[in-house]
């Protein structure tokens, strides 16, 4: 996933930053709302992580400019105000979550993996096909009810697929995947990660469509 964090503690910022991409997010960090817009201008983002109170201006109004915009990407907001009337005003303008500081870095990592299975339409934080089995919020997979170990890469190129069941995935929608973690693409990267891919869930799992791209096949 792509993720835009909006948050001007330096110190907050960094250890946010630092735990998404641990866990083989890409993570663009803005401290002022004008870098946030200028962030969304050149990028698409998965989900949205929002301080209320900025530098050059309130959360709630950029929250509020996102949803009238037509955009529908999950938005969490991450603020020290408690009171219920702050809450009901940030859910009111939008926001899909409310995290309270300070708060552990691995609840916001499930409330991440909630509100994009919820915007994914998937009812259960499980995928299962085949010998396979995937739990997304845990980014854990077994086949044959063994562990499989997954690097970050990989793991990138798998969501891509995930994300389009039984669809084409096109070789440039996974190059993009590998470029938001900083992964150097070359001409066969693809087809090293798609093999060390069919090498552990199986083969026959990943089809390519010569030409075009790649299909998950459940």
Not at 169 to 184: F, Q, T
Request: charged residues 30%.
């Amino acid at each position: 996933m792509r993720i835009l964090l909006v948050e001007d503690d330096g110190l907050l910022g960094a250890a946010v930053r630092d735990s998404i991409a641990a866990e083989g997010h890409a993570v663009d960090w803005a401290r002022r709302l004008g870098e946030a817009e200028e962030c969304r201008a050149v990028a698409r983002y998965n989900v949205i992580l929002l301080d209320l109170m900025l530098p050059d201006g309130r959360g709630l109004d950029f929250l509020k400019r996102l949803r009238l915009a037509g955009e529908t990407m999950p938005v969490i907001i991450l603020t020290a105000r408690d009171q219920v009337s702050d809450r009901i005003a940030g859910l009111n303008a939008g926001a899909d979550d409310y995290l309270v500081k300070p708060f552990d870095l691995s609840e916001l990592s499930a409330r991440i993996g909630a509100v994009t299975r919820r915007a994914a339409g998937q009812a259960a934080p499980v995928v299962t096909f085949g010998d396979v089995t995937i739990q997304l919020a845990e980014r854990a997979i077994t086949r044959s009810g063994k562990a499989l170990a997954l690097t970050a890469r990989e793991w990138a190129v798998l969501e891509a697929l995930l994300g389009r069941p039984s669809g084409l995935v096109s070789k440039s929608e996974i190059e993009e995947r590998l470029y938001d973690l900083d992964a150097e693409v070359e001409s066969n990267t693809i087809e090293v990660y798609i093999a060390r891919l069919r090498k552990k869930i199986g083969h026959a799992r990943i089809v390519t469509e010569r030409g075009l791209g790649y299909r998950l096949v459940r």
